[in-house]
């Protein structure tokens, strides 16, 4: 059975940090592109970064310089350092599993937490 668990979620006052944990169980970690997505009150679902299976990440333009993803294959976890943050940040915040070992699109996500509020107050 796969599971995703995010935690580390919460309220935070802009400018501050979250480090968001996924925890997974099931899957083939170290073999699987991983990736943060998130959705805000009736935004569609947006990629916040991924990582592959060897460790070459990607961001959204809106995080850059600010948001860190990284991964323990030993522990098969996944991470997301959030600094300097802005109530533009606020969303759920959903971890994602690939398919494939290569970031791809959405599309190629197949296994979802059951996502993590992010809330950043001005």
């Known amino acids: 059975q796969v599971q995703l668990v995010e935690s580390g979620g919460g309220l935070v006052q802009a400018g501050g940090s979250l480090k968001l944990t996924c925890e997974t169980s099931?899957?083939?970690?170290?073999?699987?592109?991983m990736a943060w997505y998130r959705q805000a009150p009736g935004q569609e679902r947006e990629l916040v970064a991924a990582i592959d299976s060897a460790g070459s990440a990607k961001y959204a333009d809106s995080v850059k310089g600010r948001f860190t993803i990284s991964r323990d294959n030993a522990k098969n976890t996944m991470y997301l350092q959030m600094n300097s943050l802005k109530p533009e940040d606020t969303a759920v915040y959903y971890c994602?599993?690939?398919?494939?070992?290569?970031?791809?699109?959405?599309?190629?996500?197949?296994?979802w937490g059951q996502g993590t509020q992010v809330t950043v107050s001005s």
């Open positions: 994602a599993a690939n398919s494939f070992m290569s970031i791809g699109t959405m599309n190629d996500y197949v296994y």
């Open positions: 099931g899957i083939m970690f170290l073999l699987n592109a």
